[in-house]
């Protein structure tokens, strides 16, 4: 079980001191009682040793009234002796003063039990025996005044004790705080609440350690935002740019960069497309396929470039003729296609001949010497029974086409 | 007549008198001053040291001897040995002849008249020699030692007395022994 360093720190110092305070008080418990037995074995073999040549001495003298006296006045001068009997040779109490029922005498309290016999101190003649017995009523005093110091100490230790968990609580309010502070701290948010303190203890120079850090992160964050946002931007404003240049690209790879028509990859991707929806709707669809008539003979006369500007000029007249929804498409050189959906045969024809004679009509001028061109055109419609591929359609105009050019050149011929 | 009856008239009244007189001391504390004596002068330091015996004098006038001799007899009751490996040795000596008591220890004096005993006292002063007297009222003239009579018995003591003749008394004497103060009275 994991307990946090306050817990640990506050047990330990509580039990640390308990166990001091009762390890000083046992000691000091046992030296009381060890100076106690030592003063009181003192003291009374003192007042033994003291009291027994006086006795000694009166009995001697034949003043044997003379010893009751003196024992009473040692009696009421000790408090503690509980028992005094002074008995001569011949068995007579001389005096007895018992102040209670005698106490059961113990090893432990030998010292409060004294025997001794009253001798001449000239005629070494015993003369009586003394017996003394004294009680511990000073070490039960001792014992119970030392309780009461006990008692003051451990309260006033309680009282401290209470006071030390008092102040932890109170530091460890200020790390709590700086924890939970971190926990919510939220760097976009700017929401660290503590302030810089002035105070110089550990705990304050480490919160303004961390207070400090964290406007370091709050304005590196304010950094990296600005910066990601730049970023952002110019991503965004390059993904524009590359899809434009997609666009572009996309564009040139599909158009015939000299007539700005469809290509023929293009022709081929878009055109199956269209046979299938024409299948699939059972609506028909015609294609138109022409070629310039003697076109090489006009390049090899009027060079390569009067040559692009014939093929430039054909293209123009197809755009111009066809309807937004036909395709056409520079298919070779001098070949161009038009696809026509929804258009059957005799709608095919019909437009052939629109863009042939327009074609035909059509003027080109080089070095003030009028030009014209003509076209031989084949026309094919989709047969939905048999077609798998547009390649059959473009077979068949090609078949067309070429009958037209074998036919005399610049007419148009039509499949059945 | 006179003359018939004088010398009988005169036996009987010394007969009395001095039957009287001897009548006068208690023999039980007769008995505790012959225990208390030897002691004395065991527990005392004084110009006459004791060499082999211990010797005391015995003063009284001539109708006491026989109180003396009680003395003498209750002493050898008490200490039939001597005490201390010392025998104890008795002068007995009549108030006018007081000058022999000069090598004792310890002058005894019984009663006596007052001129007989200021001479004894001084003597005893001028030689240095520790008194007892029977009887207590004696201290005020400057006996040493008697003893006092009240509740319990106990030595009687003129310490200033003792102090002047250069005498030193045993503490645990002095402790069981009443002091007389001749000018605060007894203490």
Redesign the interface.
Known sequence: MTRSIEFKMIVSIVLFTLFTFGLERYQMSLSIKKQFIDFKKSKNELLINTIT??LG??F????D??N???LEEIQAQNKDLEFVSLVDTNNNTIYIHNTKELPKLEDKYEYNYWVKDIVDE??KEKLATLELRFSNLELENMRKSNLEITTNIALITIVLLVFFIIFTKLIFKSLNELRDSVLKYDPKKNNFPLDLSNNKDEVTLMRNAIISMVNKITAYTEILDNTNSLLEEKVKQRTLELEKSNLELKKLASVDPLTKLYNRRHFTNSSEHILEISKRNKTPLSMIMMDIDNFKYVNDTYGHQFGDKVIVSVASTLMETIRKSDVVCRFGGEEFIVLLPQTDLDGAYAIAEKIRKKIEKTELTLNEKVISITVSVGVAELNILEDNSIENIINRADSHMYTAKQSGKNRTCISA | MFQIIHPYIIIVIVFCYSTLNAATYDMDLL??YS??TP?FI?MSTQKNKIDQDINICLSFDEEDERVADEFINYTALNYPDG??NYKIKFSKIKYKNISLCSDTQLIFLFRTNSKALKKAISFSQDKKIMTIAYDNQLLVEGVDISLFLG?????YINLKSVLDKGIRLDN??L??SKIYNNKEGSR
């Open positions: 040549p006086v001495l009166n001697s003298l034949g003043l009234s003379a009751k006296e003196y000239y005629t | 008995n505790t225990k208390l002691r065991l005490i201390k509740r319990d018995t106990k030595p645990l004497l402790r069981i």
